[in-house]
């Protein structure tokens, strides 16, 4: 997600060169570490009138972040819905509505999401996570697996790392935790999606 947090500091660049007044909403909307600072902050830079187009979209999309973040899913749907009403080509708010929907239990639609996104950007690796994440919900674990090794190939070593360590939690994986990804990795993550308690 580091593209992400690039992309959000040059829009509040951006929204506070145009209204220095609102500089601190605007940064507390895009801020992660408090979701209801971020709603209120957001709501609050929505509500001023004062943003349109690529900006609101992100104020949006940060917006239904913190709403996911809170487990309100819906409402962060909403969100997503109105980013990429303003931004068709907006590939993340496709990524994390899908998060959303996958949490409301709705894999199949989650999954559509998560196509998209990749349609519009092949190498968003939570797109890749999260889709084989809703193929393992739905039962089918070869995709599963086909779509976490495709993000562990664009994240390498850390995103390796991170499954190992998973996996090792889990009882599946007894291998270093390396960030290096092999056949033993590969066997772990292909039991893990066949166990629900993985």
């Keep these: 997600m580091r593209p992400l947090s690039l992309l959000a500091v040059s829009v509040a660049a951006l929204i506070s060169a145009a209204a220095p007044g609102r500089a601190g909403t605007v940064e507390d909307c895009e801020q992660n570490g408090d979701p209801q600072l971020g709603v209120g902050a957001c709501s609050a830079v929505i509500q001023s009138g ?31 819905d109105r980013t990429l009403s303003l931004d068709p080509s907006f590939a993340y708010a496709y990524t994390n509505r899908g998060v959303a929907y996958r949490f409301l239990g709705q894999n199949e639609r989650a999954i559509e999401d998560f196509d998209r996104a990749l349609e519009l ?35 390498g070593a850390a995103r390796a790392g991170w499954w190992q360590e998973y996996l090792a939690g889990k009882g599946h994986y007894q291998g270093a935790v390396d960030g290096i990804y092999g056949p033993g990795t590969r066997k772990a993550l292909e039991a893990c999606a066949a166990d629900p308690n993985c």
């Design 50 to 80: 004062q943003y349109s187009g690529a900006g609101l979209a992100w104020v949006h999309f940060n917006r239904g972040n913190a709403f996911n973040a809170l487990g309100e899913y819906q409402r962060a749907i909403e969100d997503y």
């Design 121 to 155: 950007n092949r190498k968003d690796s939570g797109a890749y996570q999260s889709r084989g994440a809703a193929w393992e919900a739905l039962g089918d674990y070869g995709k599963a697996v086909s779509d976490w090794e495709k993000a562990i190939m664009l994240d």
